[in-house]
DNA sequence: TATTGTTATACTCTATAACTATA
DNA sequence: TATAGTTATAGAGTATAACAATA
């Protein structure tokens, strides 16, 4: 989960952070950090993380998809996919679906609870968002979204070979 | 550290992210782990952390401080900030030095390999920077610096009291 | 042989509680 | 009593290796 202490935001009365305060790196770990931690407040009423979100707005938008596919996507190992999607599954907000076509593999679909869920979830979110426009406005949001896939296209997006 | 398999990105072939790539909290997850990435990668060589290079960097601009406020400044706990420093400790680069004044602190210095290998590492990261705004030019570093301290600040930049 | 899902495991990061020695 | 540093510990998140069932 996140943050630490206070000071934090990088502005100290006393401290020189001029090295740290200028990079991307650094200011990218303290914007995270801080979203993570609004994030995961306004989602724990629900005891839902982030990976989990991701999780079930990927399966609500493409429904069938196998865990080897939804984890790909998000960037999520598939031996550390198991325990996320076990724990969507015990809660009964997902399902795993044998398949005849390929009987190694599940076809994963949300639960109509998961389906209810995943919707409420999405409003909270947008909520989440709304802070941030209200700082920076929908211009701001657009440019800021559009550098950082820039920034992470910058570093090949993050690639492992398995 | 960071990163699991490699899609990441977010533009995968077949499947519909829209709600997550639009939003600033995913895109700053994915841009934060593949920037770590290369920073860790970039360091290696010397073994160093991004925590350690943030320590080392602010000891070298603040000498004398103390572990909590050098910690505080970094929005490191100082219970996690004591395996941080021993380890520079440890390795000759930094010291804890008993001071007059308070005998229950330490005052933080860089010792002088410490500070040879600091210089290093700011070239180091001056180089790993040049890789962002080889792609999103100076200008585009710096709207996405600002645009990350305000995101920051919207959310209180990290308020935790322990 | 290669792939899907799985278990076991280890390491890092972060969090809390409680202790000590000073102040 | 409050603070600086410390220890112990627990929980996430992420990494690798190896296995069974299936392709």
Redesign the interface.
């Known amino acids: 989960m996140?943050?630490?202490?206070?000071?934090?935001?990088?502005h100290?009365k006393?401290?020189?952070?001029?090295?740290?305060?200028?990079?991307?790196?650094?200011?990218?770990?303290?914007?995270?950090?801080?979203?993570?931690?609004?994030?995961i407040h306004c989602f724990a009423d629900y005891d839902i993380r982030?990976a989990q979100f991701?999780v079930m707005?990927?399966i609500d938008?493409?429904p069938g998809?196998n865990q080897s596919?939804?984890?790909?996507?998000?960037?999520?190992?598939?031996t550390?996919f198991v325990a996320l999607i076990d724990s969507l599954d015990r809660r009964g907000l997902a399902t795993r679906m044998s398949t005849q076509s390929d009987r190694r593999s599940y076809a994963l679909y949300l639960t109509d609870s998961g389906r209810t869920l995943v919707q409420e979830l999405?409003r909270l979110?947008a909520e989440?968002?709304a802070?941030?426009i209200?700082?920076?406005g929908i211009d701001?949001?657009d440019?800021?979204?559009s550098?950082?896939?820039?920034?992470?296209?910058?570093?090949?997006?993050?690639?492992?070979?398995?």
């Open positions: 996140p943050e630490q202490s206070d000071a934090a935001a990088g100290d006393s401290v020189d952070m001029e090295p740290l305060t200028r990079s991307v790196g650094y200011q990218l770990r303290r914007a995270q950090l801080a979203v993570f931690y609004h994030f982030p991701s707005v990927l938008r493409n998809l596919e939804i984890a790909a996507a998000l960037g999520i190992k598939r550390n999405l979110q989440h968002e802070r941030i209200s700082r920076i701001g949001r440019k800021l979204v550098l950082l896939a820039d920034v992470t296209a910058a570093f090949g997006g993050t690639v492992i070979e398995e």
